[in-house]
């Protein structure tokens, strides 16, 4: 029993220590006491020439030795006070020490003029001297313990604290619950007051969408406008992959089809084709569209895995060939396409204000078709065959056709998107079209939901847009990027905005399992 | 009724591929007939170099094809991450070589460092480090990103999985810097020396590296193959990826095993860097993408979840890439592209991989 | 369990940082929507009016120094404690993070390098592009909204560059590239963009000269990367090594990236070349130059371009790289080249040339932009002025002597003005070649 209790405080202790010497190694701690500064407002910055504010580097240190603390007691809650703060002080301590080792040691090696910029880059002279606040390294690692030990034990103490009086556990509860039946009140009410509020927050939104292009400026108009065309992708691979099940990781190659289309038609080199845009939209969809079905004839009876990697070929297979020695005379190579014509409506070429207008009216009318899709009979034969395949061709689906028809229609969407994303940067080129694209929109698909339509909007808003936000972070954007990926899924498997059908079947756990009770852990 | 459905779809399928391999094997034909009778474009010994240098890298992406295909067997879930494991393997040895390279070897003259004076050991030092961290690394992967995730639906863990290789290949960029580092190879295995073949009046090198690399890698798959097939863990684990449930009722520690699967695959992944970076030398925190991606394609050629089918498969993409563009008379930059069309022509003649699936009977 | 929560925990922590951060993007924002406001009404739906314009027309009734309300673009405020901001789209990130940290490190350092102009430092704003057309975009997207932006030193490659440039010629930003190569970029008529690189034409030209006449092989072969720098340069070394009459016997491409180039290199040595002219960068030169001999293409040279030059070449090629040649905009070693290797090393670790070819050129766009920017600045008050149309004329008529040798442009924004120099290996040195 005793020994249990100690073992929380070690696990912690050394989770912390090294996330902690993983944050030193990579310079994370720098930013973060940046971060910290900038909150405070930098009010030591006036006194030293070129030293960093200390002070900024032991809040940090401080900070994460107050999550430290809390993170402890929330894993104790059986615990006495006694054995709680124990716990907090042990975990500090733990930390504390594994940190000031690596300070002691890289601080001792740095004060005989070791460089360790060769393997560790972020380890230079000045973030050493910054690291062990400009005073020795025993003096430096003593400072981290204590912090973290001090920092920890006040942690420790206001979580068990809250979680004594359980105080927010209520409070959770209560929210959870005002909101729920809040929830309830609107859908129970009467209809006309539901249409009422529905009818509001349409035009609301519409006029959102309207008047916001107007007023945020150029970069979030061309931000907004890669979201609205990775909306337009995520609707597609939505129907493929949400609607009829069918795992695709090449989804990328009918948006390099659909835009490599557009800009050959109407760029005035390689060929010189100069055709009308709206005519080059529509050819890039037909021909997106012929490319969907002519990979999917000899494919689609492949199952889950096979269909990932065979797509996932094809889509490398069109980029290097685009990229080719042996298409350049047809695709320009890997220079790409440039000076694609950009749409013009009654001789007016679209400013970028127009063209987001324009884009966010097309990803509405997508959004129309793919809700009236989604319950037309079609949609619920998609939907069956991504149930269970065997049953949905047992009650008289053709799955064949249906698979194929889905294929088809994200095929079309993807060449939409890809003819406005190649007129709108008016140049496409083959490294538009990696891998990581697909990726990308499947992670719009899953991460906002699979099946929903609301989600993609969500997904599509987290994913190309964190990556804008996060821009803050500099080079660590994709890290964090990359850990928050992982996180959602954990935290929230079944997307920011889940489709209720597949919110049902989420609590089937297993694969395996047909008997739902036993497998509950 | 389900007999004419069944009946159905064995036309359409049968249909297409009887279209489809015909005219590949007509396209074939054509080919070999050219190259053997026609131009005479490339002599015997050209022919060697493209056979070495395909079964080098094939062993490679075979190890790493194991990986997923382990981990795809009892998990099915496609490891996205994997190439990065290899990657931080890669890096592993790479910070051993440095050492032992600037360390002086004990008992002889200091002009001799310790990789030079213990070779064998200084190489078995760097395997070991690039296979215990690319193990360390599966397994906290799998503990972190994935254990939580064992009871979601099938793309939960892939998205888990995507973040992941984010994370990882960010976080050695930012740890070690994005340039490119170079393993210091022992004088032994120094690069670009070799072994003389003679062939048809040329000699041609096989590499001193390269040989040693197919060597191991094809050891590393026999010790795979005798621990899935003789031992106890193997049991377990063809048990497990057999019917997850069943298992745990035979006693099995589900948990465990997959843990230990990961451990394994990690194992070979983090040889397969190693090797890469002996034999090729140039690396960096992207090193993992590319095989990734290859192994991933070879382990469902051969037939995901089948290990004897990752092998083959992996040797069978070494050597398409090798010899495919010489054969079909093209540029060897469409090399991948040979390789993926290689790969969709034998799924659509094989559906399930050139061996099957073996290590589970019935999966979606 | 445990490490779940505590990984969540984290996270949270890092993202409740970055909504807290309180940025200048903010203020930014803010004046940018006030701009786009202004011009909305007042403009009244003609599409073709910029906001810097709109930005300018709403100032001019404040008390703006004579030479901005002359300037048609206005002119950058900078007030005092800002710094002067570079901006800088390059690929920090992902697979080609070694020229955007290497081409970002040299240009930076001479910002630190310089003491400032009467007070205000300059500052480079590189932001990450991964190499991508569509990133570039937005990163000029990004650009153009910070008003003390004055300048851009990029971009890196010449798909982002491509991207980036309407956005920045509309704004008026004038652009310095250290590495954009494309022929045809100077060929569009834009006034703001210029660059230190040597096109992919001139290299070839001289390549193909050096390859003909002087070393006098009449049989090569030509290989590239795929990529648009090497495919653009391998396509002209063809073509005027075949108008000067020598014969192109095998023209290969390879994929970047890769462990092993035997196979190409053998279908190349079956085919009995003198020499192999390769167009692209060093990581693949290096593998290619270790299994040269494996291939079967012993005692034929490699004759490479300037992204193959530079010191990782003959580090991580050792022996197998003797005798290869490569050409640089640098010329050899002088004083002022060896005092900034130094500096370079100091500051970041590395040695110049070791993550790209690029390092002493980005010095130089940091150089250049620096004595633009000097001429045509002033100071009135306690703010800085730089008018905008002017500074971009003032790029494009520089006039400066750096790294590289005399940096002159001409009319359409070539501005490296002195010759290629081409060097051999010669005991794991690059040796100019006479």
Redesign the interface.
């Known amino acids: 029993m005793k020994q249990n209790k100690i073992k929380q405080g070690v696990i912690t202790g050394l989770t912390f220590g090294l996330i902690f010497i993983f944050l030193i190694l990579t310079g994370f701690t720098q930013v973060g006491s940046d971060m910290i500064g900038n909150l405070l407002g930098n009010f030591e910055k006036a006194g030293a020439e070129n030293a960093l504010p200390v002070i900024n580097l032991i809040l940090f240190t401080g900070l994460i030795g107050l999550l430290m603390g809390l993170s402890t007691s929330k894993a104790n809650l059986s615990n006495t006070w006694l054995a709680s703060l124990l716990n907090s002080i042990l975990a500090g301590l733990i930390a504390g020490l594994l940190v000031g080792a690596v300070i002691l040691v890289t601080g001792s090696f740095h004060s005989q003029g070791v460089d360790f910029r060769n393997y560790l880059p972020k380890l230079g002279s000045e973030q050493m001297n910054y690291l062990l606040h400009y005073t020795t390294p025993l003096a430096a690692g003593t400072t981290y313990l204590i912090t973290s030990t001090v920092a920890s034990l006040i942690g420790g103490a206001i979580g068990k604290a809250f979680r004594q009086q359980s105080w927010t556990a209520h409070s959770m509860t209560w929210t959870k619950n005002t909101v729920k039946n809040i929830g309830k009140k609107l859908k129970l009410g009467q209809s006309p007051q539901r249409k009422i509020i529905t009818i509001l927050g349409l035009i609301v939104a519409g006029g959102l969408l309207y008047l916001l292009p107007l007023v945020w400026g150029s970069y979030w108009n061309y931000t907004m406008g890669t979201v609205a065309i990775y909306i337009l992708l995520g609707i597609g691979l939505n129907i493929i992959v949400g609607f009829s099940g069918q795992l695709v990781l090449g989804y990328v190659a009918f948006f390099a089809t659909g835009a490599y289309t557009f800009a050959l038609l109407t760029a005035p080199q390689p060929h010189a084709i100069l055709m009308n845009v709206w005519l080059a939209v529509g050819i890039s969809v037909i021909v997106s569209t012929l490319t969907g079905l002519l990979l999917g004839l000899p494919i689609l009876n492949l199952r889950g895995d096979y269909l990932a990697i065979v797509t996932l070929g094809f889509g490398e297979i069109v980029r290097i060939l685009i990229r080719s020695d042996l298409l350049t005379f047809l695709t320009n190579g890997p220079k790409g396409v440039t000076n694609v014509v950009q749409p013009s409506w009654l001789g007016k070429v679209f400013s970028d204000v127009n063209y987001t207008h324009f884009l966010f009216l097309l990803v509405l009318i997508a959004l129309f078709i793919a809700k009236r899709l989604k319950d037309s009979r079609t949609g619920r034969s998609w939907i069956a065959i991504r149930e269970d395949q065997t049953v949905a061709q047992a009650t008289g689906i053709n799955t064949f056709k249906s698979k194929l028809l889905a294929l088809a229609l994200g095929a079309a969407l993807a060449g939409l998107a890809g003819a406005l994303f190649a007129s709108r940067n008016q140049f496409t080129g083959p490294e538009d079209f990696t891998l990581m694209v697909s990726v990308n929109v499947l992670c719009i698909v899953i991460v906002g939901g699979m099946g929903s339509l609301p989600g993609i909007v969500v997904g599509a808003m987290v994913l190309k847009g964190l990556p804008e936000i996060l821009r803050e972070l500099d080079d660590y954007r994709l890290l964090v990027f990359g850990a928050l990926l992982i996180a959602m899924m954990i935290i929230r498997p079944q997307g920011l905005w889940p489709a209720k059908k597949v919110s049902l079947e989420l609590q089937r756990k297993d694969s395996l399992g047909d008997n739902i009770q036993e497998v509950e852990p | 009724?389900?007999n004419k459905?069944k009946e159905l779809?064995i036309t359409?399928?049968s249909a297409?591929r009887v279209i489809?391999g015909s005219v590949v094997a007509v396209y074939l034909i054509w080919r070999v007939v050219i190259i053997t009778f026609g131009s005479g474009?490339?002599?015997p010994?050209?022919w060697v170099?493209?056979l070495?240098?395909?079964l080098?890298?094939g062993g490679?992406y075979a190890l790493i094809a194991i990986g997923y295909t382990l981990v795809?067997g009892i998990l099915?879930m496609?490891n996205f991450a994997h190439g990065e494991v290899m990657m931080l393997g890669t890096f592993a040895g790479y910070?051993v070589l440095?050492a032992l390279s600037a360390m002086p070897a004990p008992g002889t003259d200091a002009n001799i460092n310790f990789l030079n004076a213990q070779p064998v050991l200084s190489i078995l030092l760097t395997f070991l480090a690039g296979a215990g961290v690319s193990a360390l690394a599966g397994y906290l992967l799998e503990?972190?990103?994935y254990r939580?995730?064992r009871?979601?639906?099938?793309?939960?863990?892939?998205?888990?999985a995507?973040?992941?290789?984010?994370?990882?290949?960010?976080?050695a960029?930012?740890?070690?810097?994005?340039?490119?580092r170079?393993y210091i190879n022992p004088d032994l295995l120094w690069?670009?020396q070799?072994w003389m073949i003679p062939v048809s009046g040329?000699s041609?090198?096989l590499?001193y590296t390269g040989g040693f690399s197919f060597v191991l890698s094809i050891l590393l798959m026999i010790g795979l193959f005798i621990l899935v097939r003789k031992t106890k863990l193997g049991k377990s684990m063809r048990a497990v990826a057999e019917?997850?449930?069943a298992a745990a009722l035979m006693g099995i520690d589900v948990d465990s095993v997959i843990s230990k699967t990961f451990i394994i695959s990690g194992i070979l992944a983090g040889s397969a860097g190693v090797m890469?970076g002996i034999?090729?030398?140039?690396f960096?925190?992207?090193v993992g993408?590319?095989?990734g991606?290859k192994a991933?394609?070879a382990a469902?050629m051969g037939g995901?979840g089948n290990i004897p089918g990752a092998m083959i498969g992996g040797m069978l993409l070494g050597l398409m890439?090798?010899?495919g563009?010489?054969l079909l008379g093209?540029?060897?930059?469409?090399?991948?592209?040979i390789?993926?069309?290689i790969?969709?022509f034998v799924?659509?003649i094989r559906?399930?991989?050139i061996l099957g699936e073996a290590l589970t009977e019935e999966?979606? | 369990m445990k490490l779940k929560s505590v990984f969540v925990l984290l996270v949270v922590f890092v993202l409740a940082l970055t909504a807290c951060q309180p940025s200048q993007d903010v203020e930014e924002t803010e004046v940018s929507v006030e701009e786009t406001e202004v011009s909305v009404e007042e403009t009244e739906g003609v599409v073709e009016e910029t906001e810097a314009v709109a930005e300018e027309t709403e100032e001019s009734d404040s008390s703006l120094p004579a030479a901005c309300l002359e300037d048609e673009l206005g002119c950058a405020v900078i007030q005092a404690g800002e710094t002067i901001k570079i901006g800088m789209g390059a690929p920090l990130l992902g697979d080609y993070a070694m020229f955007g940290i290497d081409i970002s490190q040299g240009v930076s350092l001479a910002f630190q390098m310089d003491d400032g102009f009467e007070g205000w430092t300059y500052e480079l704003v590189a932001e990450d592009t991964g190499g991508s057309p569509e990133a570039g975009a937005a990163v000029a997207n990004k650009m153009v909204t910070d008003p003390t932006v004055v300048a851009i030193a990029g971009h890196i490659f010449s798909g982002s560059t491509e991207a980036a440039m309407p956005i920045y010629e509309k704004a008026g930003l004038p652009m310095m590239s250290p590495s954009a190569t494309e022929p045809t970029l100077t060929q569009r008529g834009s006034t703001v963009f210029n660059r230190l690189a040597f096109t992919d034409a001139d290299q070839g030209k001289f390549a193909a000269d050096l390859l003909f006449n002087e070393l006098g092989f009449t049989k090569i072969a030509v290989m590239h990367d795929g990529g648009s720098y090497g495919q653009g340069l391998a396509d002209v070394v063809r073509a005027e090594f075949e108008a000067l009459g020598g014969e192109v016997v095998a023209y290969e491409a390879i994929t970047t990236g890769e462990a092993d180039y035997v196979a190409p290199l053998s279908a190349v040595a079956a085919a009995e070349p003198e020499a192999v002219y390769f167009g692209g960068y060093a990581a693949e030169a290096i593998v290619m130059m270790n299994q040269w001999s494996q291939a079967g293409l012993d005692g034929v040279l490699f004759f490479g371009c300037d992204g193959t030059y530079g010191v990782e070449f003959t580090d991580k090629t050792g022996p197998n790289g003797e005798g290869a040649i490569a050409v640089s905009l640098v010329p050899p070693d002088s004083d002022e080249k060896t005092a900034f290797d130094q500096a370079y090393f100091d500051a970041f670790g590395t040695e110049a040339g070791e993550l790209s070819a690029f390092s002493w050129s980005s010095y130089d766009t940091g150089g250049v932009l620096i004595a633009a920017i000097e001429k045509v600045a002033f100071v009135e008050g306690d703010t800085l002025f730089v008018p905008r149309s002017a500074l971009v004329e003032a790029v494009r008529t520089s006039d400066y002597v750096g790294l590289t040798g005399l940096i002159k442009c001409d009319a359409v924004g070539e501005c490296n003005a002195s010759g290629p120099t081409f060097y051999e290996v010669v005991d794991g040195v690059w040796v100019p070649l006479d």
Do not use: C
Not at chain 2, 173 to 180: A, E, K
């Open positions: 009724m389900i459905i779809k359409w399928g297409i489809v474009e490339f002599g010994d050209t170099r493209f070495i240098t395909g080098v890298i490679i795809y099915f496609i910070f440095e503990k972190i990103a939580p995730l009871k979601a639906p099938r793309l939960i863990p892939l998205i888990s995507i973040g992941a290789s984010i994370f990882l290949q960010n976080a960029q930012l740890l070690f810097g994005p340039q490119r170079q690069r670009g070799g040329k041609v090198m590499t019917n997850k449930q890469w034999h090729n030398g140039l960096n925190h992207y993408f590319l095989p991606i991933f394609t469902v995901i890439e090798s010899l563009p010489a093209l540029d060897f930059q469409l090399k991948d592209v390789a993926f069309a790969l969709i799924l659509i559906p399930s991989g999966k979606v």
